[in-house]
């Protein structure tokens, strides 16, 4: 079905720059009441997205504007949704408690449940080692990770108890959780499994999300503190800056591929781009209240976010 | 509802029921919860969580709380249940 497309140029930043980057933003209307948790834009292009509030995996072409939905069963409600090395979406469906993977061309449902003994986890987000394993989170104080091959799937507690939320892979694929109650970041043992806490250098600072840049190094979104802080595994030094405005919450962190980072704050309900060589934010407003971007994913020349405040996805061209 | 300390992603739930929204000395609620405490007068009752708990963001737009929909009311009485009875 057709949707009305939403074209919004944006106004030049208010620090114009010959050397920065236009951008042009572009939001796509999604079914109403899905409320989109996570998105996952693929090589081809199509967009993926999780109605956590219905249940379904979404599908978004946004060369026509169509939406399919993808229903995952009773009692889902899915998370986070990335895309695998085999090119299909995989979600952390937290409803029913289990990883699933769906065929983007047959849309077959494949479920991977917990143990039953773990009980309900609280599934966040999930990121694909270099071994083809989907490492996962659980905010009740669990990690794990499934060898879908084989079908084997290890959960373990997490050091600390509740908080594991965000989680990536850094270009040399070592893996990086970050723990919203915990306040902190940590390192999981690919072998293992066991993982190292890596402390921030600011206290309380609510560590939501994490993302790698191409030289490896772990930006993490400080929901507290407002932050968006640099941990470079190689020194284990840290650097931090603090957003702009009267009290950023910094909730989702993206780094595209010109190591340019993006953010969602929700104290000014904008996307906001940091320049990390000119150590400077740009922000982007939303046209509507309560944008509520919970997370961000892009591929070169787009960055998208979801809207779970207005059943919106939203896409960030940089020209 | 715990004995942890530090900054948790939520507010501490012992006593909510009967509670205005976005009150609670000492957590830092969104911008949405305290309006929505302040001026749309919202009070915790039965039947406010229980809207609240089947979709978060359409009873408070722009909560920050992120959990996943209980859509099953059975499940929802149980939660609010349970919060009654250990509130105190």
Redesign the interface.
């Known amino acids: 079905m057709h949707r009305l497309l939403l074209v919004l140029l944006v106004a030049l930043p208010v620090l114009p720059s010959p050397a920065r980057a236009e951008v042009v933003v572009q939001a796509y209307p999604l079914p109403a ?1 899905g ?1 989109p ?1 996570d998105v996952a834009v693929g090589a081809d292009g199509i967009v993926w997205y999780t109605a ?2 219905t ?1 379904q995996l979404g599908r978004l072409d946004p060369a026509t504007g169509n939406v399919d939905l993808i229903p995952l069963g009773k ?1 889902a ?1 899915p ?1 986070g949704v990335i895309i695998g090395p085999d090119g299909a979406p995989w979600v952390t469906e ?2 029913t408690n289990a990883i699933v993977r769906v065929d983007p061309k047959t849309r077959q449902v494949k479920s991977w449940p917990l143990p039953e003994a773990r009980g309900y986890v ?1 599934l966040n987000t999930a990121a694909f080692d270099k071994r083809g394993r989907i490492w996962f989170t659980g905010q009740n104080g669990v990690y794990g990770r499934l060898d879908p091959k084989t079908g084997d799937m290890q959960v373990w507690d997490a050091p600390r ?2 908080g594991p939320y965000g989680i990536a892979t850094t270009p040399d694929g070592a893996v990086f959780y970050a723990s ?4 902190h970041i940590a390192q999981v043992d690919l072998d293992t499994g066991a993982a190292t806490i890596i402390e921030p250098p600011t206290k ?1 600072q ?1 560590a939501r999300r994490v993302w790698s840049d191409s030289k490896g190094r772990v930006w993490v979104s400080e ?2 503190a407002g932050n968006v802080s640099r941990y470079d595994p190689r020194s284990r030094e840290w650097k931090t800056w603090k957003l702009p405005g009267d009290r950023p ?1 910094v ?1 989702a962190v993206y780094v595209d591929d010109k190591d340019t980072v993006w953010l969602s704050d ?2 000014a309900n904008a996307m906001v781009r940091f320049d990390p060589e000119a150590e400077k934010f740009e922000a982007f407003p939303s046209d509507r ?2 944008a ?1 971007v ?1 997370q961000i994913l892009g591929r070169p020349g787009e960055v998208w976010a979801p809207e ?2 207005t059943d919106r996805l939203v896409v960030y061209r940089v020209k | 509802m715990t004995t942890e300390t530090g900054k948790l992603p939520g507010p501490d739930l012992r006593g909510v029921l009967g509670r205005r929204a976005g009150t609670l000395p000492g957590f830092e609620f969104s911008p949405a919860m305290v309006e929505a405490g302040a001026r749309r007068n919202l009070v915790w009752t039965r039947a406010a969580l229980d809207r609240f708990l089947a979709d978060s963001e359409a009873t408070v737009p722009g909560t920050s709380m992120s959990m996943p929909p209980l859509t099953d009311a059975v499940d929802r009485g149980d939660v609010i249940d349970y919060l009654q009875r250990n509130g105190r």
Do not use: F, K, T, V
Not at chain 1, 180 to 183: E, I, V
């Open positions: 009441g409320h948790h956590q509030r249940g009692g409600a998370h937290g409803g609280n108890g509740r919203l109650a915990g306040s309380d609510g929901w507290n919450r909730y929700w104290g209240p309560n509520s919970r779970s405040g």
